[in-house]
């Protein structure tokens, strides 16, 4: 994408601001920042993160560069995972990590912050099944914890088990009594993440051009 100075070039962009809510200032950054990953390349595959310092660091990187070739993510399908992503593909993951706009109307905010939440509900549901075991749901609250140095190993896995019991308890609260749990759906997910402040953690410390990494 040259997105400087021709009238094509303008009308792109402005395609991409309609899709991505970004402005023409970001987009242009995040353009220098795909060509930095893809090696001035038309395309970024999964090994193009293994440069980034901050990722490295991240308990749950391999989940973080998976989620930005998930077809669900992509919108391009269901399920599966794409082998490379292109430009438009890579503000698409980007725009999920956007902060939400203060002119926005409250159905607006609403519908933002269940994106962002859906983008986490992938994360988990790493099989795309529509479902999260609670094991699962324990699993990425300890590794995500562990990344935190003020937290001790053994701090971790209680608060993770006890993320977990109180996910059960939403869960398992609304089933009828002949229900046989088969995990946490979107739904679910909704309820056990309701209160919770997602719109100032889930961004993404990316227009820094030195640095890449997700702020929680």
Do not use: W
């Amino acid at each position: 994408m040259g997105v400087a100075h021709s009238h094509s070039a303008s009308e792109e962009v402005r395609e991409l601001e309609g899709k991505t809510g970004f402005s023409s200032y970001q987009i242009e950054q995040l353009h220098r920042r795909f060509k930095q990953l893809s090696g001035d390349q038309p395309t970024i595959r999964k090994e193009s993160f293994n440069n980034v310092p901050d990722l490295e660091l991240n308990p749950i990187r391999s989940r973080i560069v998976r989620a930005f070739f998930d077809h669900r993510n992509l919108r391009k399908g269901p399920s599966g995972l794409a082998e490379e992503i292109n430009f438009e593909d890579f503000l698409t993951i980007m725009s999920y990590f956007r902060p939400i706009d203060t002119t926005m109307g409250e159905e607006q905010v609403a519908q933002s912050r269940k994106e962002k939440l859906r983008f986490l509900f992938h994360m988990y549901d790493a099989d795309s099944d529509g479902r999260i075991t609670l094991e699962e749901y324990r699993n990425v609250v300890e590794d995500l914890l562990s990344g935190n140095p003020h937290i001790e190993k053994e701090s971790a896995g209680s608060i993770a088990k006890g993320a977990m019991m109180e996910a059960a308890s939403v869960c398992l609260g609304q089933m009828e009594p002949d229900q046989v749990y088969e995990g946490i759906t979107f739904e679910d997910f909704l309820k056990i993440l309701k209160g919770i402040d997602i719109e100032s953690k889930m961004h993404i410390c990316f227009l820094n051009m030195e640095t890449m990494a997700l702020c929680h």
